[in-house]
């Protein structure tokens, strides 16, 4: 599925060059979309935001390679590739939640 597996990370950075020093309080997601309106999307953010040095967007095509299965309770739900994304946990909203009200 190469159609459909881009999504554009937004942020202010340390290091703009850099996705791994994105403050993850400024962290927004946008997608999925195919890799041409990733582009697109990314590409009016950064010149939306051209004034602002620490600030970047990303296209990223990694979401292609993860399914939707949750590691904790093996069901297949939309959720799970956001909660990666935004956490890096392979989890799915309703064991997110669970979790966070009995944590282990
Ligand atoms: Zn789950």
Not at 25 to 40: Q, S, W
Not at 41 to 53: H, T, W
Not at 67 to 83: G, L, P, Y
Request: net charge neutral; aromatic share 6%.
């Amino acid at each position: 599925m190469e159609n459909d597996g881009f999504i554009v990370i937004e942020g202010i950075h340390k290091n703009p060059n850099n996705i791994d020093t994105l403050d993850h309080k400024t962290k927004t997601v946008h997608g999925p979309f195919d890799k041409k309106k990733a582009e697109e999307v990314a590409r009016g953010l950064i010149q939306k935001n051209i004034d602002n040095f620490y600030h970047r967007a990303w296209v990223v095509n990694k979401i292609s390679e993860i399914n939707n299965i949750c590691e904790e309770c093996k069901k297949e739900d939309t959720s799970v590739k956001q909660n990666l994304i935004m956490h890096s946990y392979k989890i799915c909203n309703s064991c997110n939640l669970s979790k966070t009200i009995f944590p282990i």
